[in-house]
């Protein structure tokens, strides 16, 4: 089973760019599909330019980056933070390196998630984990690596550069480095592995947990992207509660695709959050209340941005996506 499908309009759930992330479909769509294939490309080209060659010294460190950062991840964070720069008006260069400093944030959570001492998982993005190729103290140093080189991306501003853009960077690596820290992605990564085992985690518990370790890094795309983009701040304030409620669905739709596909959908391993037991939407309300919690922040988070009219259109279809996804 996939996530909550309830029906709606095509702009709604996210079928103008593909009901299936995976998927090689013809453009039928108006533009929403031709977008995506579009932008995936130039996030991957942007990645593979930013990061050193697998023979650049060590080369140990360099295959164990680049092993897990092409390993097959949807994008969804870049994507976002080229949806929400876009709708105000940004160009992909301003956008860039934000997009891939997200994308190597997020692929060294998933490397140390997947460590014996927190997760203990074997398969990421449909491989072996990074642990299990490399070994343990290379894994730890290739998330040490894609975190640090994520600020240097987008700190490393050229020469003579206008004083705008240096200042919308360092609003951009400061949202970033808030979301990454204690009180987003770290802090939430502590709730997880606390909560682990206990029968007395609230749905208040739940939600705060939820927002941190994953929330808050989308919103930070979203916003980011808004402020490389040149938000005014009304615009970013829509950002902002789009990325609240967007980023947190997106934790609920985990938890519920953990529970109903197998580990050759995901690409990783099923049926673990229950097994290691692990606080989930899943566990507190059931399957239909997680779906419907989905789906209500999926109308939130369209609500937030119905001001942006068309220029949110390519925003809209991301949350679609994100809630309609099946990996
Ligand atoms: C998985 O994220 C980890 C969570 C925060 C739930 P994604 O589902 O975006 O994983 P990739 O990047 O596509 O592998
Ligand atoms: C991961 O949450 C969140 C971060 C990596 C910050 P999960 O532990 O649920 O992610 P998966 O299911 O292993 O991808
Ligand atoms: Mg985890
Ligand atoms: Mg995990
Ligand atoms: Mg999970």
């Known amino acids: 089973m996939a996530g909550p499908r309830r029906r709606r309009s095509p702009a709604a759930t996210g079928e103008a760019l593909t009901g299936d992330l995976a998927a090689e479909q013809p453009p039928t769509d108006g533009g929403g599909r031709q977008w995506l294939d579009a932008r995936r490309r130039r996030i991957e080209a942007a990645l593979d330019a930013a990061l050193p060659a697998e023979s650049h010294w060590p080369p140990t460190i360099h295959r164990a980056v680049r092993y897990s950062l092409f390993a097959g991840g ?56 990074s642990h299990k190729v490399f070994g343990e103290a290379i894994a730890i140093l290739a998330g040490d690596a894609l975190l640090t080189h ?18 919308r960077r360092l609003r951009a690596a400061a949202v970033l480095s808030t979301a990454a820290g204690t009180s987003g992605l770290i802090g939430g990564q502590v709730a997880d592995l606390e909560a682990e085992g206990r029968h007395d985690v609230t749905l208040a518990d739940l939600e705060r947990l939820h927002r941190a370790k994953t929330g808050a890094l989308l919103g930070a795309c979203v916003v980011g992207g808004g402020v490389l983009g040149g938000a005014g701040e009304d615009d970013l304030a829509r950002l902002a509660r789009f990325g609240d409620a967007i980023g947190l669905a997106f934790q609920v739709v985990d938890d519920i695709l953990d529970a109903t596909e197998g580990a050759a959908q995901l690409g990783k391993t099923a049926g673990k959050d229950a ?8 566990r507190l309300l059931g399957l239909d209340g997680a779906r419907q919690t989905a789906a209500r922040l999926l109308d939130d988070a369209q609500a937030a941005i119905a001001p942006l009219g068309e220029r949110g259109a390519l925003l809209r279809g991301l949350a679609g996506l994100i809630v309609d996804r099946r990996a």
């Open 150 to 167: 994520a600020f240097h991306l987008l700190v490393d501003v050229e020469r003579g550069a206008p004083d705008e853009r240096l200042s």
């Open 74 to 129: 949807k994008r969804i964070r870049p994507l976002l933070v080229l949806g929400a720069g876009e709708a105000v008006g940004g160009t992909d260069d301003a956008l860039l390196p934000l997009a891939c400093a997200v994308e190597m944030i997020h692929t060294y959570s998933l490397i140390h998630d997947d460590l014996p001492a927190m997760d203990n998982d074997d398969l990421r993005r449909g491989k072996p984990t």
């Open 275 to 282: 097994a290691a037991g692990k606080a989930t939407y899943v």
